[in-house]
Nanobody
């Protein structure tokens, strides 16, 4: 069974940075495209960023373009989300997911439990 475990969430200040990691317990991690999604209180889960299996393609939601960066290290079975220039509206539970490359949550078959990110002024 594939397990995804996020880490690195916590509290950040507006304008500051946080880095999230997602470790995947699967030797064939390299075969999965990976994505980050987030869900704020009272809102639906939304796409944040995605990266293809070899890291050659990335995609971002418009509201994080230029601020967030997704990357992966297949040797470590880990995907990262570097979040810079944080905004109050970035406050949410962040989820990593593994599956088919793209923005659609339905394309991802494996999900982590989520990690809380809270941005304060």
């Amino acid at each position: 069974q594939v397990q995804l475990v996020e880490s690195g969430g916590g509290f950040g200040q507006a304008g500051g940075s946080l880095s999230l990691s997602c470790s995947v317990s699967r030797r064939t991690f390299g075969g999965y495209s990976m994505g980050w999604f987030r869900q704020a209180p009272g809102k639906e889960r939304e796409f944040v960023a995605a990266i293809s299996w070899n890291g050659g393609d990335t995609e971002y939601a418009d509201f994080v373009k230029g601020r967030f960066a997704i990357s992966r290290d297949n040797a470590k079975n880990t995907v990262y989300l570097q979040m810079n220039s944080l905004k109050l509206e970035d406050t949410a539970v962040y989820y990593c997911a593994g599956g088919t490359y793209g923005r659609a949550s339905s394309g991802y078959t494996h999900w982590g439990q989520g990690t809380q990110v809270t941005v304060s002024s």
